[in-house]
């Protein structure tokens, strides 16, 4: 009878649970799962009476959250817990890998109440694993322990949303749940698992299931040079960057028409509000427009929010002129990472060869850096900003004329 009892008081307990964090209006993420590193003891709402005891290590869902005491649900009990004695937990997320449903239990004791089972690939979040080989985890809207065997740390894909309506995240693989949040176009994810149709993602503190068709995988280039696609007739893909510049880029503009030559130009949007006339004339010309940021900061320094609106931005200045995006990514000063490398969804370019030219400037060392470095599919590096640059131009296309290259576009050369 005893025993009957204390089931039923722990049953009532996890529904009580249950129910207050709904009429509280939590939704799964902004649950809290806090350790106690030395122990506490949990006190009723007299904060005097000792009710249970959290040992070290020990894990409590915080309720609600007071100056000095938190209101905490630990096992089979509702108490109080001085906030001094809480710690924050990193939690983490692995996928169902056992054979059947694993049960979940109220406490990390192999005889303890059941309170659900998981199902099978699907994921949870994982606060912690304790000594005696339980993690305690949480899944939709309950927390327990389940088996830490039963659970693995998954692969992680990045991807981005292609569908321009979005993608819809529901917590359950069933469209018939409710969406819990829409993912805008060109939010980039982590991807957990694609199976049946869906992914589990996770991007900003928001997780939970989209249907993968809304994905598709983010395609960029890798490696600190690029190097073009060596072909049977010799070729060679001129780039510019930092531009454009009213008259620089205009000279080089009639130097490259002189010679019937194709260039890639890596404009920064700043230059762009200058000159939008100048970027009209790149596009109507036939020449490739690239993405250099918008005012060409060491994207590594900067915070990641930061260095994504530095792309977005010179991709919506370039959109509006022209009407459409730059088909590729060079970053400033050939520094990125692979956060920076994961938001974009064009080819990052570096090159081949280095002129220099931002350096000398210096018609005659333009000169001679191309003649030492180029071969069939290199990826020539060279500023529309540098009147020197524009003076040497004509040498250097005189030159490699004559050695039988053609000039394509960075596009045209890697493929």
Same mark, same amino acid.
């Given at each position: 009878?005893?025993?009957?009892?204390?089931?039923?008081?722990?049953?009532?307990?996890?529904?009580?649970?249950?129910?207050?964090?709904?009429?509280?209006?939590?939704?799964?993420?902004?649950?809290?799962?806090?350790?106690?590193?030395?122990?506490?003891?949990?006190?009723?709402?007299?904060?005097?009476?000792?009710?249970?005891?959290?040992?070290?290590?020990?894990?409590?869902?915080?309720?609600?959250?007071?100056?000095?005491?938190?209101?905490?649900?630990?096992?089979?009990?509702?108490?109080?817990?001085?906030?001094?004695?809480?710690?924050?937990?990193?939690?983490?997320?692995?996928?169902?890998?056992?054979?059947?449903?694993?049960? %979940? !239990?109220?406490?990390?004791?192999?005889?303890?109440?059941?309170?659900? /089972? #998981?199902?099978?690939? $699907?994921? @949870?979040? =994982? *606060?912690?694993?304790?000594?005696?080989?339980?993690?305690?985890?949480?899944?939709?809207?309950?927390?327990?322990?389940?088996?830490?065997?039963?659970?693995?740390?998954?692969?992680?894909?990045?991807?981005?949303?292609?569908?321009?309506?979005?993608?819809? %995240? !529901?917590?359950?693989?069933?469209?018939?749940?409710?969406?819990?949040? /829409? #993912?805008?176009?060109? $939010?980039? @994810?982590? =991807? *957990?698992?694609?199976?049946?149709?869906?992914?589990?993602?996770?991007?900003?503190?928001?997780?939970?299931?989209?249907?993968?068709?809304?994905?598709?995988?983010?395609?960029?280039?890798?490696?600190?040079?690029?190097?073009?696609?060596?072909?049977?007739?010799? !070729?060679?893909?001129?780039?510019?960057?930092?531009?454009?510049?009213?008259?620089?880029?205009?000279?080089?503009?009639?130097?490259?028409?002189?010679?019937?030559?194709?260039?890639?130009?890596?404009?920064?949007?700043?230059?762009?509000?200058?000159?939008?006339?100048?970027?009209?004339?790149?596009?109507?010309?036939?020449?490739?427009?690239?993405?250099?940021?918008?005012?060409?900061?060491?994207?590594?320094?900067?915070?990641?929010?930061?260095?994504?609106?530095?792309?977005?931005?010179?991709?919506?200045?370039?959109?509006?002129?022209?009407?459409?995006?730059?088909?590729?990514?060079?970053?400033?000063?050939?520094?990125?990472?692979?956060?920076?490398?994961?938001?974009?969804?064009?080819?990052?370019?570096?090159?081949?060869?280095?002129?220099?030219?931002?350096?000398?400037?210096?018609?005659?060392?333009?000169?001679?850096?191309?003649?030492?470095?180029?071969?069939?599919?290199?990826?020539?590096?060279?500023?529309?900003?540098?009147?020197?640059?524009?003076?040497?131009?004509?040498?250097?296309?005189?030159?490699?004329?004559?050695?039988?290259?053609?000039?394509?576009?960075?596009?045209?050369?890697?493929?």
């Amino acid at each position: 009878m005893k025993k009957c009892w204390l089931m039923i008081c722990m049953i009532i307990t996890a529904l009580i649970v249950f129910q207050w964090s709904h009429q509280q209006g939590f939704a799964a993420e902004q649950v809290q799962v806090k350790t106690l590193l030395n122990g506490a003891n949990l006190y009723s709402e007299d904060y005097l009476t000792v009710v249970n005891i959290v040992p070290k290590n020990g894990f409590v869902l915080i309720l609600e959250e007071q100056e000095v005491w938190s209101k905490v649900s630990y096992q089979n009990e509702i108490g109080y817990v001085k906030n001094a004695a809480l710690s924050h937990t990193k939690p983490t997320l692995k996928r169902v890998v056992s054979q059947s449903s694993p049960i %979940v !239990r109220l406490t990390n004791e192999k005889h303890a109440q059941q309170i659900g /089972t #998981l199902e099978l690939n $699907t994921f @949870v979040t =994982v *606060y912690a694993d304790t000594e005696n080989g339980f993690s305690l985890i949480q899944s939709g809207d309950f927390f327990g322990y389940v088996y830490s065997t039963v659970l693995a740390t998954p692969s992680i894909t990045k991807m981005v949303v292609h569908d321009k309506k979005g993608a819809a %995240v !529901r917590q359950l693989t069933d469209m018939s749940q409710p969406i819990s949040t /829409t #993912l805008v176009h060109k $939010t980039v @994810v982590d =991807v *957990y698992s694609l199976a049946n149709g869906w992914a589990f993602i996770q991007a900003d503190g928001i997780k939970g299931y989209v249907i993968d068709s809304k994905l598709k995988a983010i395609t960029v280039q890798t490696g600190k040079y690029n190097v073009g696609v060596v072909s049977t007739s010799k !070729r060679v893909a001129l780039t510019f960057d930092d531009g454009p510049h009213p008259k620089v880029t205009r000279q080089i503009l009639e130097t490259l028409n002189k010679y019937n030559a194709l260039a890639t130009f890596f404009i920064t949007g700043r230059r762009v509000e200058i000159s939008p006339t100048v970027l009209k004339e790149i596009a109507a010309a036939g020449h490739e427009i690239g993405n250099h940021t918008y005012n060409h900061p060491k994207l590594t320094t900067l915070k990641l929010k930061e260095a994504k609106s530095q792309i977005d931005l010179t991709n919506k200045l370039v959109k509006s002129i022209i009407g459409i995006e730059p088909s590729l990514f060079r970053p400033p000063y050939g520094a990125y990472n692979e956060q920076i490398q994961a938001q974009l969804e064009v080819p990052l370019i570096m090159w081949s060869v280095d002129t220099l030219d931002w350096q000398h400037r210096n018609p005659q060392k333009l000169l001679q850096n191309v003649k030492a470095q180029t071969k069939n599919g290199s990826i020539i590096l060279m500023h529309d900003v540098h009147q020197t640059t524009a003076d040497g131009l004509d040498a250097v296309l005189a030159y490699l004329t004559q050695q039988g290259y053609e000039f394509v576009t960075v596009s045209e050369i890697l493929n």
